[in-house]
């Protein structure tokens, strides 16, 4: 199926605030207290800036994150901490420091939970077990079995709901009372502490790459990719780069055909709900409805929409795992939109995107191979196996 595009009458030079404060480093210094923090590499990928006709491609690779696949740990430990802080603390403390939270909230008996397509409930597993809290988190039907086991292997308890993501959602809202924390990346009425506090946990990622850049002397960004389900990791990212200073990237925002929720509520300028099921194998990005906390963010800071099926994500999978990049599904969408677009698209496309000679595109790899027999299946290589592959040649070069 050809992909779609959308350019976004409604963007803006700066974001709108939509309730959040000044961006901070607060999250930063927080996850530097998690046990096995680093910042995640930034590689510059030449094969891939040459399929796009760029001058060069950035890939922060989030594939290994505090020792999960994926960057949702980013989000889910802000929130989790902050909130367990602000329900359960017995005295006031600094939220910077995770054993200063652990040793502030009485756990007995309590507990999070969380829906989700996989990563963001892992993340917030995680975070429970490091609190000693219990974790019970809801997965929609078709979730793969290997992304439930992963999440049941931080000791959390697992449900899968007869329904869609949305279902997953509406299922765990009503579990909330007070010994039980709703720890969600998406907002509803009445419902927005977390998942604001999900958008400003994701600032680490692109604060690490701001200083990366200028530890290289590197371009900084003209084109930002940025793949969306709920659109939480977009408006972080939208946050980052539209803050109405002198030199704006064009951002482009990635989501399934199946899931274009985003895409939809841009055209109907309001929010749209794409009704399931929402089958693609893009299971982070399968969301029917977008979070009313960062429509705003999303709607005025997105210069273009862009739809994909599957198949453009496998491109990128295989293209990111030529530059010894492992990706999956989701993680490889941002890539996957820009490539339809460069290689599919109008001259007036590739321009609207911001795929113009001499370029510097930011693409964020936002999981590892969350769903391995499915990787294998793509790539036709384990996950393994292309990092054996880049272990060789980036040795060969150093002999």
Known sequence: ???????????????????????????????????GYAATALHSCPSIAERLGVGTVLVKDESQRLGLPSFKILGASWAVLTTVLDAWAKHEV???????VADAIDTNGRGLVAATDGNHG??????????????????????APSRIAAIESEGAAVTVVDGTYDDAIASSAALADDDHLVISD?????????????VEGYSTLFFEIDDQIEAWHGPTPDVVALQAGVGAFAAAGLRHYRNGGSREPRTVVVEPTSADCLMASAKARDITAVPGPHTSTMAGLNCGLPSELV???VQGGSDVFVAIDDSHAETAMKALAAEGIVSGESGAAGLGGLLAVAEEGTDEDRVAAGLVPGACVLVINTEGATDPENYLAVVGATADDVLDRRDAALSAITR
Do not use: K
Not at 4 to 30: H, K, M, T, Y
């Open 186 to 198: 998406t907002s509803w009425e009445g419902y927005d502490g977390a998942p604001r506090r999900v």
């Open 122 to 143: 892992r993340g917030v597993a995680r975070m429970a077990a490091l609190l000693g809290l219990e974790a019970h988190i809801l997965v929609p039907a078709g979730t």
């Open 94 to 100: 600094d939220v910077l420091s995770l054993r200063a």
């Open 1 to 35: 199926m050809p992909f779609q595009i959308f350019l976004n009458p409604a963007a803006q030079v700066a974001v709108p605030a939509a309730g959040f404060s000044d961006e901070s480093r607060n999250p930063s210094r927080l996850h530097a207290s998690l046990p």
């Open 295 to 297: 429509w705003p963010i």
